[in-house]
């Protein structure tokens, strides 16, 4: 009886320290900022703009 108990006290413990580190790297997780909202909208097919600047994606 003693080490069935001592077997379920330590699980308990165990499950619980886990339980605590995981919730302790969601609360720290790095969240990234979202990206520059575009500033020119050009859709394919539509004639390249010079005044947008360089195109490096010519064939991209």
Do not use: F
């Amino acid at each position: 009886m003693h080490i069935t108990l001592t077997r379920v006290a330590a699980g308990a413990l165990l499950s619980s320290g886990l339980a605590t580190a995981g919730v302790a790297l969601i609360a720290d997780t790095a969240h990234a900022q979202p990206g520059p909202a575009p500033q020119v909208y050009w859709c394919p097919n539509q004639p390249w703009n010079p005044a947008w600047g360089e195109n490096k994606y010519w064939n991209g």
